[in-house]
């Protein structure tokens, strides 16, 4: 099983960056995907999640109106889509795929919003 996270980077506050998560080794279709991020010092925190489908997504309130988070299913891969980046988005950000009791997570990949 491997999730791959890509897309990270340095942007200006006001910015956009566009997330990737590759996933292989499971039903990738049958899994919930979600995001999460990991600033320096804090806990890690959800930030969006679609259902396995794609028909039902939901947005921590921090990112809702600014973030928007689709998937693949053919392709097998999740995405976020980061508008109006702010400061207080630079974390390492996460996938996790969840279906039951069985959930996977990606390696992270960093994202920095500063001038």
């Known amino acids: 099983v491997q999730l791959v996270e890509s897309g990270g980077g340095l942007v200006q506050p006001g910015g956009s960056l566009k997330l990737s998560c590759a996933a292989s080794g499971f039903t990738f279709s049958s899994y919930a995907m979600m995001w999460y991020r990991q600033a320096p010092g804090k806990e890690r925190e959800w930030v969006a999640s679609?259902?396995?489908?794609?028909?039902?997504?939901n947005y921590a309130s921090s990112v809702k109106g600014r973030f928007t988070i689709s998937r693949d299913n053919v392709k097998n891969t999740v995405y976020l889509q980061m508008n109006s980046l702010k400061p207080g988005d630079t974390a390492v950000y996460y996938c996790?795929?969840?279906?039951?009791?069985?959930?996977?997570w990606g390696q992270g990949t960093q994202v920095t919003v500063s001038s």
């Open positions: 679609i259902s396995s489908a794609g028909g039902t997504t």
């Open positions: 996790k795929a969840l279906r039951g009791g069985t959930s996977y």
